[in-house]
């Protein structure tokens, strides 16, 4: 069973607007992580921001915030004033305490700034 | 600091021949992963090695891939009697600790492109 969906294979937002990117997950672990990442055209993996299924506060770093809602198994992740350079593949990924060893990883978004 | 540096970035290989794929994570960090995601997909997790733990090779497609991590550090992936589906990047990543909490961030190096002819 699919444990990380992205919905959006593409999106596209112009230059300094919000973007909302989705993400649904399906655990029965009472403990997991959430992360998103980040894959630019060169290939690597840029780690965004993390939730932890027990924070009671959506994370933030810096432009990035995930909007998190636990009961509906969502983790979105909101980019504000987009910037030509976010352009790239973002992941959602989630790892479940009692199976540390495997972080599942969703189909991605691709996402497009337009000037 | 330094990153997780992967080697080489680039490997076309014929089909048959057998490849190995080098992965130096952060210092410090005890563990460390492999992934692979072929084109336009998500990544696919291979192997997971922990400290001096017996490695989790559950993801392993087949016996032809294998890895080891040497002295908990450096960490090789070797493909033998490559075949085209194995064509995809192979990510390393590594982490500073094992959370019993699953909070562990993991930190990915830039990759290997494999292409088998």
């Known amino acids: 069973a699919q444990k990380i969906t992205q919905t959006q294979p593409g999106m596209f937002v112009q230059e300094k607007e919000a973007v909302t990117l989705d993400c649904t997950y399906d655990?029965?672990?009472?403990?997991?992580?959430l992360f998103w990442y980040k894959q630019p055209s060169s290939g690597e993996m840029i780690f965004l921001i993390y939730?932890?299924?027990?924070?009671?506060q959506n994370a933030t770093e810096g432009r990035y915030s995930l909007n998190f809602q636990k009961a509906r198994k969502s983790a979105n992740l909101v980019i504000s004033a987009s910037q030509l350079g976010d352009s790239a593949m973002y992941f959602c990924a989630m790892r479940e305490a009692d199976n540390n060893n495997d972080m599942r990883f969703g189909a991605g978004t691709r996402l497009t700034v337009k000037p | 600091g330094a990153g997780v540096s992967q080697s080489p970035s680039n490997k076309v290989t014929e089909k048959g021949k057998d490849v190995e794929l080098r992965c130096d994570p952060i210092s410090g960090h005890t563990a460390l992963y492999w992934y692979r995601q072929s084109l336009g997909q998500g990544l696919e997790f291979l192997i997971y090695f922990q400290g001096n733990s017996a490695p989790d090779k559950s993801g392993l497609p087949s016996d032809r891939f294998s890895a080891e991590r040497t002295g908990g550090s450096v960490s090789t992936l070797t493909i033998q009697r490559t075949q085209q589906e194995d064509s995809a990047v192979y990510l390393c990543?590594?982490?500073?600790?094992?959370?019993?909490?699953?909070?562990?961030?993991?930190?990915f190096g830039p990759g290997t492109r494999l292409t088998v002819l």
């Open positions: 939730q932890g299924s027990y924070d009671q």
């Open positions: 655990t029965s672990d009472p403990s997991y992580g």
């Open positions: 990543a590594s982490s500073p600790r094992r959370s019993g909490r699953g909070t562990d961030t993991q930190y």
